[in-house]
Each structure stands twice: as C-alpha cells, then as structure tokens.
C-alpha cells in the first residue's frame, strides 16, 4: 500500500525505535525489534490519540505514528486500495490491454469502465497495461508512447522472483525510451507493475 514511517513500537513488553512499512499484505517493522505482521490475521486495528494499535494471534503491538499518520494507516489496513485504484484507473477511463491474461484484473476493469480495448491500436488513452514477459519485449515501449495522451500511463506488467525480467530491467528500458518511472504497485500475487510516464519537458502544451 506504500507507507512508511519512522516510529517507536511496543511488543509483548519491549521496545524498539525503526521503520514501519505498510504493505499490500503486512505490516512491518525493522529495527532491533522486527516484525511482520499479516494484515489477514489482524483481530484489532485502531487508532488512538496517534498511537496505532494492532492485535494479531501472535501477539499485539502500538506503533507510535503521531496524528493524522495513525489514522490513515488505520483507514488504509481497513479499506485498501483496489487494484483500480492503484492503476489510477477512473470510472470512463480509457485503456488499453495488451498481453495480461488475469481473470480477477479483467473483471475489475470491466466494473470500472467500458472504454476498454485488448491491444494500442485505438488511442490515444489514459492508460495502457501492457504484460511483459522477456526482456526482448521491452523495446516496444518506443511504440506504447504513442498510444497514450501526454499525460497518460504506461504499466508494464511482470512476474515476480526471475532473474531473467526484473524492475531494473523495465526501468532501464524506460529510460532508454526518455520515460520516467514513478511508482510500482503489486498487480497480484504473482505479478509487480511499474508506472511509466513521459518526461513533463516532453508532454507541450
């Protein structure tokens, strides 16, 4: 989900000062304490006069985030992000699909909008997410530019944990290409995605 913050926490009686991180499916903590804490097995989460207070079967914990932090990290763990969301893709938006063959991100897309096509060759769009899956591919993003508006998205899309296509991988090809890297998100359990974006210098008027 992408936060983080420096923090002291307090665990089943210690405590320790480090960095909480919020992520799609835990929240974690390292410093001389670490933890990973599975947002799925949380029993409690609440926020209270800017302390956030997590209870789990292993134990609970208050991580001391300061107001308004606490709260939005209470907000974010009970209310996440759909995948839409992290895509920034808007009700009406228009996008194009090329290559992704995932069933739960095609019926979320669908609910999110109609203006939807499975290849680049209807533009110019707000967004394109494209499936990568050898780093040969990565040369078409010269031609991806073309089919989005100066202020639109390209997500490359790739399986996790292959040495062969990384984040690197894609994010080199992005500046080979004049675009700029600005967040990744996981796309699903399997898949990471980086957002690409074209240089403002090069968007005009």
Same mark, same amino acid.
């Given at each position: 989900?992408? @936060?983080?913050?420096?923090? +002291?926490?307090? %665990?089943? =009686? ?14 974690? %903590?390292?410093? /001389?304490?670490?933890? #990973?804490?599975?947002?799925? $097995?949380? +029993?409690?989460?609440?926020?209270? $006069? ?8 292993? =134990?609970?914990?208050? %991580? /001391? ?7 939005? !990290? &209470?907000? @974010? ?8 969301? #992290?895509?920034?893709?808007? &009700? ?12 739960? %991100? ?6 999110? +909008? $109609? ?15 494209? =499936?990568?899956?050898?780093? &040969? ?20 899309? !790739?399986?996790? =944990?292959?040495?062969?296509? +990384? ?12 675009l700029v890297d600005v967040k990744v998100a996981r796309f699903s359990a399997t898949h990471s995605a980086l957002k690409l974006v074209i240089r403002k210098a090069r968007r005009g008027g």
């Amino acid at each position: 989900m992408g @936060r983080e913050a420096r923090c +002291t926490v307090h %665990f089943e =009686g210690e405590v320790s000062e480090g960095r909480a991180l919020l992520e799609s499916d835990d929240v974690v %903590f390292r410093g /001389e304490l670490r933890l #990973k804490i599975p947002i799925k $097995d949380m +029993t409690r989460v609440e926020a209270v $006069d800017g302390r956030l207070e997590i209870k789990w079967p292993a =134990g609970a914990a208050v %991580f /001391e985030l300061g107001n308004p932090e606490a709260e939005r !990290w &209470a907000e @974010r763990i009970a209310n996440p992000p759909s995948l839409m969301d #992290k895509l920034g893709i808007k &009700a009406g938006a228009r996008v194009a699909v090329l290559d992704v063959d995932d069933d739960d %991100f095609w019926k979320d897309l669908r609910s999110r +909008t $109609d203006e939807v096509t499975d290849g680049a060759s209807v533009g110019p769009c707000d967004v394109v997410v494209w =499936g990568v899956d050898d780093v &040969a591919e990565l040369a078409r993003l010269s031609t991806l530019e073309g089919c989005i508006r100066p202020d639109g998205v390209i997500w490359a899309v !790739w399986r996790k =944990g292959q040495k062969e296509l +990384t984040e690197n991988h894609v994010r080199d090809a992005a500046l080979v290409g004049d675009l700029v890297d600005v967040k990744v998100a996981r796309f699903s359990a399997t898949h990471s995605a980086l957002k690409l974006v074209i240089r403002k210098a090069r968007r005009g008027g």
